[in-house]
């Protein structure tokens, strides 16, 4: 994994919505979906959740590239 230029502005280290994909991979929110998220995309809010709120996410896995 290369260097990230920004950092993780949630609590215990997580990423915030509107803030972008650090690294391409599988991404759990703070309700324990986990969702898959391309590098350098933006962060969405929690889906289904009452007014679109703020999600925090960590990271869970990489994607494998193959060739």
Request: net charge positive; charged share 25%.
């Amino acid at each position: 994994m290369e260097r990230i230029r920004n950092r993780p502005l949630g609590s215990n280290n997580s990423w915030k919505t509107g803030q972008r994909v650090p690294y391409s991979g599988n991404w759990r929110d703070q309700y324990g979906q986990i969702n898959r998220f391309e590098e350098n995309t933006t962060f969405p809010p929690v889906v289904a959740r009452k007014g679109g709120e703020c999600a925090y996410r960590q990271f869970v896995q990489a994607v494998e590239v193959t060739a």
